[in-house]
């Protein structure tokens, strides 16, 4: 079938106009396009975090890794996302995992989640990737008094069946941590993250597999995949790649020919984000939002937002049912509607950059790590927006499959990836939700 997403969702020769683009302090080193016919051991699609890590993961162990990117590295996601290095990567609550898991199996895929942010740190001191820019923790705001009980809840249900150190800020002890905004009732402060600048470590990550031995094409998009006896051979645009395994790590940006196995599993969707220009310390205060902590509000179509190192506040958000360059205008007005709304002092204030792009759901609403073909082709798909310390792990965790050093994964992450019911639909499924859940989140 066609592609869910207007064409310009997969422009990959189309920059991105983000301000990581603008701020980054690694260059983009542009390895060459993949040219003729070459083979590998194993072929990686996406030079996103999965794939990258993947690929050094497979380097490091002398696994000879080839990774082919559509675009440039970190023109998917992974280099245009918010920088959220946090838990995440499920849209089920964990009241809900533990329910359908059992708790030893739930409590396994949370400490995975927190490997996973460890995991990140670690790779970019190990490899000099200066990209962290911001302190540790968490804050999801209550943007309506309905929405206190619920997160109360939370913090209770997390300290005493998760075992996270998270509690909750009442509404009147917001302005003492600069987290006041005009519809905040409280917060949920979580102990587990950190924000990153997602370009600057994308490309850390790039540079690192390349020092290891990976080789990196990009602006090579595979239009096509057949099978040569054992092998598997990849087609793109100026050759192919022929390869004893594959691994698919392009979660928002895969597309349903790349291989039947995927076709009709994912549902991308857009995600949108406007960056103001650097706010003052006397501006922020007036406001009441000083905290360079990462934050969301508790909306199912949520807002996120932080800080910036240098002032700048980013300011997020679901939603959108069109990605053709036509609906953008649209749809940077709305951001900036909402972002005057929930901070009026800012309100007017002048937003430099505007960019977008997609994340992928399951119909479970869990993420996922499989195997297809006989346990030759490999995913970890399904990020939900919180890929970049799971992306990142399970990138690594793929490669330890590979290399004969699997490890022991919970059940949430390990569930065959389920089709959508009637597929075709996805787009209807999508308009309902956003319909319904923009009631919803009134209260």
């Not at 962290?132 to 619920?150: K, L, N």
């Not at 990153?196 to 990196?216: F, H, N």
């Not at 939900?384 to 994964?409: D, T």
């Amino acid at each position: 079938m066609s592609d869910l997403h207007h064409p310009a969702a997969h422009a990959y020769d189309r920059p991105v106009a983000s301000l990581w683009a603008a701020s980054a302090r690694l260059a983009d080193q542009a390895p060459p396009a993949l040219e003729g016919d070459q083979a590998t051991e194993v072929a990686i699609i996406g030079g996103g975090v999965t794939g990258l890590n993947a690929a050094l993961t497979l380097a490091r162990a002398g696994i000879a890794a080839h990774v082919v990117e559509a675009g440039a590295i970190g023109w998917g996601a992974s280099g245009r996302n918010g920088g959220f290095c946090c838990l995440g990567s499920a849209k089920l609550s964990w009241p809900a995992i533990i329910r359908r898991f059992g708790r030893a199996e739930g409590l396994a895929f949370l400490d995975l989640q927190r490997q996973a942010i460890a995991y990140v740190r670690a790779l970019c001191a190990d490899h000099g990737i200066d990209c962290i820019q911001g302190p540790p923790g968490e804050a999801i705001i209550a943007h309506h008094r309905a929405a206190v009980p619920r997160l109360v809840a939370e913090a209770r249900f997390h300290t005493q069946v998760l075992g996270l150190a998270s509690r909750w800020l009442p509404r009147e002890a917001l302005a003492e941590r600069g987290l006041v905004t005009a519809q905040a009732q409280g917060a949920l402060l979580l102990p587990e993250g950190f924000p990153l600048q997602p370009l600057d470590y994308v490309r850390g990550l790039a540079a690192a597999a390349g020092r290891a031995g990976a080789t990196i094409s990009s602006g090579s998009p595979v239009t096509g995949w057949r099978r040569d006896g054992a092998r598997h051979r990849l087609v793109t645009g100026r050759g192919s790649l022929s390869a004893a395994r594959v691994v698919v790590a392009t979660a928002g940006y895969t597309r349903d020919r790349l291989h039947p196995g995927l076709a009709g599993r994912l549902l991308p969707v857009l995600s949108n984000i406007v960056a103001t220009r650097p706010l003052t310390p006397a501006e922020q205060a007036a406001q009441g939002w000083t905290s360079a902590t990462m934050a969301a509000d508790s909306r199912t179509l949520l807002h996120y937002f932080r800080l910036l190192p240098d002032g700048r506040l980013l300011f997020g958000a679901r939603g959108g049912l069109s990605a053709a360059p036509a609906a953008e205008p649209i749809t940077r007005a709305r951001l900036e509607r909402d972002l005057a709304r929930m901070f009026p002092a800012w309100a007017g204030v002048e937003t430099s950059h505007f960019w977008r792009g997609l994340t992928d759901l399951s119909a479970d609403r869990l993420p996922h790590l499989g195997t297809l073909e006989g346990g030759t082709v490999h995913y970890a798909l399904a990020w939900h927006g919180g890929g970049v310390a799971m992306g990142s792990l399970c990138g690594a965790v793929i490669a330890e499959q590979i290399a004969g050093r699997g490890r022991s994964l919970p059940q949430p992450l390990t569930r065959p990836l389920p089709a959508f019911p009637l597929p075709v639909l996805r787009p209807l499924y999508l308009a309902l939700a956003y319909g319904i859940f923009g009631l919803t989140d009134s209260f």
